[in-house]
Every structure is written in C-alpha cells, then in structure tokens.
C-alpha cells in the first residue's frame, strides 16, 4: 500500500542534545510538509518543500532545520531540543493535482 | 494574514443525533477546503472534502456545505455514532496554492 512512514514513533532526547526525525512515502507526491503538533491542538505547519525547493514558514524557529535528499525522503533537524519542543511531529505528503494531505503516524518527542 | 475560524470547540451531542461544526475563512481565493478527523494519538485522517465549484457533498452519514457568499463551510454528520468521538479539523487552500490554513479543532463528544 502506498504509505507515509516516520521513524521512529517515540523519541526521547536530552535538552540540547540534536535529533533527527525521518519521513518517506511511496506515494511519489511532489510536496512534503513536516507539522508539528501539541495536545490536539491544529497541526503548525514548520516548513514544507516543493520538489527540492525548501519553503519556511515565518515564524518557525531557527532550532528546526529541514533535508529532502530525493522525492520519498524527508528529514527533520532540531538542533538543540528545548522542553517546549516536546510535541509530536506529523509528516505529510500531497501532490499539487490534488491538494488532499496524506499524513504519517507521527513521531512522539520527549525532551527530558 | 488569512486564518480559518472553527466553532464550537467542543461539542457533545447524544448518540444518533446530528452533530454540526462550523468554519469560516477569510481568503475569498481559498478554493479546496477538506475535513480531517482525528481520533487520540493517531494521526489525522481526511474523511471529506469541498471544492468551491460545488455547493455540497455528501458520503454516507456525513456531508459538507460550502457558501462562497459568505466565506463559510460546515461538517453535517448523521447519526452518530460513538466511533464518530474524535477531534475534527477544518482547513482551507490559501488561495488556490496547495497549502493549507488550519482551524482550531472541535473535539466532538458521543453521549451513550
């Protein structure tokens, strides 16, 4: 079935330690986004790429970085975790034909 | 900046009776507008979705409306059912661009 996959689904890191969230698909959509997400609230976009062009959202911290290496892989960079980036962190795929969004599990972030 | 308002934010409604989420957005440009629902720790999932060259859609117990005039959208679901307890989103195309303005959530509530 063609899919969204992150690894891994829980991820417990040290304040200030880096972490690297993964994210493929086998849907060969062209748009990745990563979102981040805290205790129901919406979904916050973070950034999202448009075949290799990177785009960021304004008011994304510094902190969060962002790879596309090919059109199925995806990377989240935090490069130095702080409590309040303690969230899950949805990755999504969609294609620009169809706008619907296809997202992953999610990745769970504990930040002790 | 464009933004997407959702009310209510919690709804509880007695089992098989209807339940109705409202949206509102501000881009007159916004031409997807999709339905996402999203049950405790899982990731969300689209359960309908409206282009703005239709006036409603329906599948199965559940439908949207969409008034262009008004900038405003809404989630009709039909008997509930207690499977149907979950967080639902709204979101709207920003303009006819394939991201997103998400609104706020409405966690809906099944009373047996």
């Known amino acids: 079935d063609a899919m969204v996959i992150q690894n891994p689904r829980y991820q417990v890191t040290q304040f200030g330690k880096p972490v690297t969230l993964s994210c493929s698909q086998t849907?060969?959509?062209?748009?990745m986004y990563w979102y981040q997400q805290k205790s129901s609230q919406a979904p916050k976009l973070l950034f999202h790429?448009?075949?290799?062009?990177?785009?960021n959202e304004a008011d994304t911290p510094d902190n969060f970085q962002s790879r596309r290496p090919n059109t199925s892989f995806c990377f989240l960079d935090i490069r130095s975790p702080g409590l309040g980036d303690a969230a899950m962190y949805l990755c999504?795929?969609?294609?620009?034909?169809?706008?619907?969004?296809?997202f992953g599990p999610g990745t769970r972030l504990t930040v002790t | 900046g464009e933004n997407v308002e959702q009310h209510p934010s919690t709804l509880s409604v007695q089992e098989g009776d209807s339940a109705v989420i409202k949206c509102t957005y501000s881009?007159?440009?916004?031409?997807?507008f999709p339905w996402y629902k999203q049950e405790l720790g899982k990731r969300p999932q689209l359960i309908i979705d409206?282009?703005?060259n239709v006036g409603e859609k329906k599948d199965q117990r559940i439908a949207v409306t969409l008034n262009k005039t008004a900038k405003h959208f809404s989630l009709h679901i039909t008997e509930t059912q207690p499977e149907d307890s979950a967080v639902y989103f709204c979101?709207?195309?920003?303009?006819?661009?394939?991201?997103?303005?998400w609104g706020a959530g409405t966690k809906l509530i099944i009373k047996p």
């Open positions: 999504a795929t969609s294609s620009t034909d169809y706008y619907e969004q296809y």
């Open positions: 849907l060969n959509h062209n748009v």
């Open positions: 790429y448009y075949d290799k062009d990177f785009n």
């Open positions: 881009d007159s440009a916004s031409n997807y």
């Open positions: 409206i282009r703005s």
């Open positions: 979101a709207a195309s920003v303009g006819s661009n394939y991201q997103l303005i």
